[in-house]
């Protein structure tokens, strides 16, 4: 009885693998994040406040493999310097690259920061996108380092068409 189920059961499992397999290299969800990431985001006034700092800036580029090119600016003359992003590919089914919150609005990953000036903020750090308050944060296991909202006007000003 088996043997006649045999091709059909060798189908079944062929496309399960096949549509666990594009999942992995094409999520719908993973392009949303790359895209949103892209842009300029201003420093939360509460954060800048708390910390004290009377600007903070990051415009993030586009991604090249990986890595972003961009810009930070700390008021107080703490930083103002190109910097570059670098993290793994998203991946929805390796939670080491990055973790998706079940509702879909919150990215946090794993990302190495090259700072082209000394500055006194690890390298290896953990970004976290939430696209509902439209923030963006960085930290490690001790502290807060940035909080930042997206600007969407100033964005979509330096957005190619």
């Known amino acids: 009885m088996i043997g006649q189920y045999r091709y059909a059961i060798a189908v079944v499992i062929i496309i399960a693998m096949l549509i666990i397999f594009m999942y992995t290299i094409y999520n719908p969800h993973v392009d949303a994040w790359e895209k949103y990431m892209y842009g300029y985001w201003v420093g939360d006034s509460v954060f800048c406040e708390q910390s004290e700092i009377d600007t903070l800036l990051l415009f993030i580029g586009e991604n090249e493999n990986n890595v972003r090119n961009g810009y930070l600016v700390i008021g107080g003359d703490v930083a103002d310097m190109p910097i570059k992003i670098k993290y793994n ?3 929805a089914f390796d939670p ?3 973790k998706i919150s079940k509702k879909l609005t919150t990215l946090r990953m794993p990302v190495e920061i090259e700072f ?3 500055i006194e903020i690890p390298s290896l750090l953990t970004m976290e996108l939430d696209i ?3 923030t ?3 930290f490690d296991q ?3 380092y940035g909080v ?3 600007d969407h006007e100033i964005t979509a000003m330096f957005t190619k068409e």
């Open 89 to 91: 590919k998203l991946n």
């Open 148 to 150: 930042w909202r997206k």
């Open 142 to 144: 001790k502290t807060i």
């Open 96 to 98: 080491s690259r990055a």
């Open 116 to 118: 082209t000036d000394e």
């Open 136 to 138: 963006l944060r960085l």
């Open 132 to 134: 509902i308050s439209g």
